[in-house]
């Protein structure tokens, strides 16, 4: 079968890449640096051509609202356009959860769009919305940063290892589509605070955490509900700490 991966060479598109061609699928890793990009159309019908299943897991270069709105626009209506012509017959899309629970944030208003595009189109499809990557942990901790202190909210968080996103994607790109959305977490519900506080720890960082209700999240205040999935999410097998021993012993 020939699967499609837009954003094929970031850091969960490779990983996705990496799988399917292990189970012996035909798989083309697109992005702009393979001469193929979804905001300007270039390399599309060529990349899509005899393809069945198309996985987007690419992302817009700018979180601002302006930029990811032109993004995602332009990048869904030229891909869902040339999927149409080339007979796809599954469109999978990696979104993020808890947007309709954060209001303002003009990124999720973005990625809402998109959604909308890939739901108002006749091609089959399966969203899958996930919680934050442990990858971003370090940038967490320094969006907090102010010196030697690290201000974090204490709501709930359960984010997932980017080896489970990818396995997950993989195995819904080989499935039926849904026609709706799923979504996925890792495998522990912890608070903000305390997971950056073992990451410091871990990482023997000598910057002190200070709990705050109302402290910012990337730009955003965040409650218990704002960062975990709802009801019956697929949820990934790798736990914090497992991963961080992983990624220590790589550096």
């Given at each position: ?6 954003g094929g060479t970031?850091?969960?598109?490779s990983?996705?890449?990496d ?8 798989v083309?890793?697109a992005?702009p640096?393979s001469g193929?990009n979804?905001?300007t159309?270039e ?12 996985v987007?897991v ?5 979180f601002?609202e302006?930029a990811?709105m032109?993004?995602?626009n332009a ?20 979104s993020?959860?808890?947007m309709?629970?954060?209001?303002g ?6 990625k ?5 595009l ?8 399966t969203?899958v919305?996930?919680?934050?990557f442990?990858e ?7 969006s907090?940063?102010?010196?030697q202190?690290v201000t974090m909210?204490?709501?709930f ?7 489970d ?8 790109a ?10 996925i ?12 506080e ?8 000598p ?6 209700a ?6 955003l205040?965040v ?5 975990v999935?709802?009801e019956n999410?697929r ?10 021993r992983h ?5």
């Amino acid at each position: 079968m020939k699967i499609v991966i837009i954003g094929g060479t970031g850091l969960i598109g490779s990983k996705t890449v990496d799988r399917l061609r292990k189970k012996g699928h035909e798989v083309v890793a697109a992005s702009p640096r393979s001469g193929v990009n979804t905001v300007t159309g270039e390399g599309l019908k060529e990349a899509l051509a005899g393809a069945q299943v198309v996985v987007d897991v690419a992302n817009s270069p700018s979180f601002e609202e302006k930029a990811a709105m032109e993004f995602f626009n332009a990048s869904g209506r030229n891909l869902l356009a040339a999927e149409t012509f080339a007979g796809v017959k599954h469109h999978i899309a990696l979104s993020v959860v808890g947007m309709e629970r954060v209001h303002g944030y003009g990124y999720f208003l973005a990625k809402l769009a998109q959604e909308n595009l890939i739901k108002a189109s006749r091609i089959p499809y399966t969203i899958v919305r996930s919680t934050q990557f442990f990858e971003f942990t370090g940038a967490i901790a320094q969006s907090g940063t102010v010196g030697q202190t690290v201000t974090m909210s204490p709501a709930f968080f359960q984010p997932i290892a980017a080896d489970d996103v990818a396995d997950i994607m993989a195995d819904v790109a080989l499935g039926a589509p849904v026609n709706g959305m799923i979504e996925i977490a890792g495998p522990e519900r912890v608070r903000l605070n305390e997971l950056i506080e073992r990451f410091l720890k871990a990482t023997k960082d000598p910057r002190k955490v200070v709990t705050d209700a109302h402290a910012l999240y990337f730009g955003l205040e965040v409650n218990d509900e704002s960062l975990v999935p709802g009801e019956n999410p697929r949820l990934g097998k790798m736990r914090f700490e497992d991963w961080l021993r992983h990624s220590l012993s790589e550096n």
